[in-house]
């Protein structure tokens, strides 16, 4: 009963994001990995994405409302300044990244875009960034059956 759970309560009859949502943050999710340059192949990476959002709304319920909000606002900006220079705009707006965000543009940009830039940096996209091995910080990802392995095994340490 005291213990702390998986699950806010607040969760306990709460409706999941609408495909519209999930479609605009993935979306996102590709133009962070058109920017940077750090994912070669978004799409492997879809239902990690939305696994992760759930689970954010899962632990910090009003992360429900930062995916509509965001998808909102990046609504309204791409239809005023076009797909290219909204997305620019969003990852290089200095104003957008001061704490704490007072700005629609703001809380995008450090509630969602800046943790999926984080979320990429864990799934392997610094590596493909700089092309760096066993780096002392985030992981790869996980060891997965018939793919390369995410971190360089006893083979490559000998050659």
Same mark, same amino acid.
């Given at each position: 009963?005291?213990?702390?759970?998986?699950?806010?309560?607040?969760?306990?009859?709460?409706? !999941?994001?609408?495909?519209?949502?999930?479609?605009?943050?993935?979306?996102?999710?590709?133009?962070?990995?058109?920017?940077?340059?750090?994912?070669?192949?978004?799409?492997?990476?879809? #239902?990690?994405?939305?696994?992760?959002?759930?689970? &954010?709304? &899962?632990?910090? !319920?009003?992360?429900?409302?930062?995916?509509?909000? %965001?998808?909102?606002?990046?609504?309204?900006?791409?239809?005023?300044?076009?797909?290219?220079?909204?997305?620019?705009?969003?990852?290089?707006?200095?104003?957008?990244?001061? %704490?704490? !965000?007072?700005?629609?543009?703001?809380?995008? &940009?450090?509630?969602?875009?800046?943790?999926?830039? %984080?979320?990429?940096? #864990?799934?392997?996209?610094?590596?493909?960034?700089?092309?760096?091995?066993?780096?002392?910080?985030?992981?790869?990802?996980?060891?997965?059956?018939?793919?390369? %392995? !995410?971190?360089?095994?006893?083979?490559?340490?000998?050659?």
């Amino acid at each position: 009963m005291y213990q702390q759970t998986l699950n806010h309560p607040a969760n306990l009859h709460g409706q !999941p994001l609408t495909a519209g949502v999930y479609q605009a943050m993935y979306q996102l999710f590709e133009q962070i990995c058109l920017f940077w340059g750090n994912l070669d192949n978004p799409e492997q990476y879809q #239902s990690r994405l939305f696994a992760f959002m759930d689970n &954010r709304i &899962r632990l910090h !319920p009003e992360y429900k409302d930062i995916y509509t909000s %965001a998808q909102h606002t990046l609504d309204e900006l791409i239809n005023a300044l076009g797909q290219q220079a909204a997305y620019q705009l969003l990852f290089t707006d200095q104003a957008a990244n001061q %704490a704490p !965000p007072t700005t629609p543009l703001a809380m995008v &940009r450090q509630k969602v875009s800046n943790e999926f830039i %984080a979320f990429q940096v #864990s799934q392997g996209g610094f590596k493909a960034f700089s092309g760096a091995i066993n780096y002392p910080s985030f992981i790869a990802g996980a060891w997965v059956p018939g793919q390369p %392995a !995410p971190y360089r095994t006893a083979e490559e340490k000998t050659k």
